[in-house]
Each structure stands twice: as structure tokens, then as C-alpha cells.
């Protein structure tokens, strides 16, 4: 027994060799870099959606500041009540607070799925006219820049001014 297990493991560590995982990468020669960021401020599309996320965000927060200040103002009723009345305020007025906490939870999450269908369909528009932009430039990689991921690159490699002039002519 103790010989098959030697057998066995000989052979599985032998397939494990360096050699045998090597694999073909192809040589990368020309990169450029896009910055997404720019490409929604900067894009037609992309500011137009800006303004109307903008003027939605507006529309629920003022409707949000109304429902604050009455609860500011039935807060200060409560000075004149006491017993049974006042502890039936306090428990609407905590109810309501829990209300607006919901309400401002719902907007921020409102907000996000918002944006991130604008970046998602931004995104989505950008790929084939990048593609274009990288056969057309004979670019091997097309890279995202962003202070997390591109601490440095030359001035050249950045394709997004294109990229924006590009995506506007096609989307209008």
C-alpha cells in the first residue's frame, strides 16, 4: 500500500511542474488609458443625465425637508401635553421619525441604482467605440485610468478626449 501511495503522489506532483503550466502571453506593445470619470462629466449624455439625476435628488429632498420640518414643529407641541396625551405624541412622533429615516434610506438607494444605470449604460456605449479607437491606433490594451489603479503614465497614452468626441457624435 505504502508503494501505490508513492506512486501517486510521484505522478500528481510531477504534473505540477513549472514546465507544464507554463502558458503563451502575448507580448503587449501599445496601451492606452481611459478615464471614465471624464467620459460622464465630459459626454453630452453624461451631463444631461447628471442634471436630471440632480434635479430628481432635488425634487426628493425638499419633499424630505418638508416631512423633517413638521416633525420639527410637532416636536414643539409636545411642551404643552402630558400623561396619556403626551406619550401618545411621543409614540407618533417616533413612528414618523422612522418614517423619514425610510424615506431618506429609499433616496439614497433610489439615487445609486440611478447612477449606476447611467455608468452602466456609459460604460456599455463606450466599449465598441474604445475597440474602434484601439484597432485604429494599433493599441494591444486599453486600460481604465484611475488614482487607484494608474499612479503614472505619459501624456500621450490617454484616449479619452477621443473617446468623448466619439460618443457624442454617435449618441446624441
Do not use: H
Amino acid at each position: 500500500m505504502g508503494l501505490f501511495v508513492a506512486a501517486v503522489i510521484g505522478t500528481s506532483a510531477g504534473a505540477m511542474t513549472p514546465q507544464a503550466a507554463t502558458a503563451s502571453v502575448p507580448e503587449i506593445r501599445k496601451l492606452a488609458l481611459v478615464d471614465m470619470q471624464k467620459v460622464l462629466n465630459d459626454t453630452k449624455q453624461g451631463k444631461k443625465a447628471r442634471t436630471k439625476l440632480e434635479k430628481s435628488s432635488e425634487a426628493k429632498s425638499k419633499k424630505l425637508e418638508q416631512k423633517r420640518a413638521t416633525l420639527e414643529q410637532e416636536m414643539a407641541k409636545l411642551e404643552g401635553k402630558s400623561g396619556a396625551a403626551l406619550a401618545s405624541a411621543q409614540e407618533d412622533l417616533q413612528r414618523k421619525y422612522l418614517e423619514l429615516q425610510q424615506m431618506y434610506m429609499q433616496l439614497q438607494q433610489d439615487l445609486a441604482v440611478q447612477e449606476g444605470e447611467l455608468l452602466e449604460q456609459i460604460y456599455k456605449n463606450s466599449q465598441g467605440i474604445v475597440t474602434g479607437l484601439a484597432k485604429e491606433y494599433g493599441v494591444d490594451l486599453v486600460l481604465i485610468r484611475d488614482q487607484t489603479t494608474v499612479l503614472y503614465a505619459q501624456g500621450g497614452l490617454d484616449i479619452t478626449d477621443e473617446l468623448v468626441k466619439r460618443y457624442d457624435a454617435k449618441y446624441q
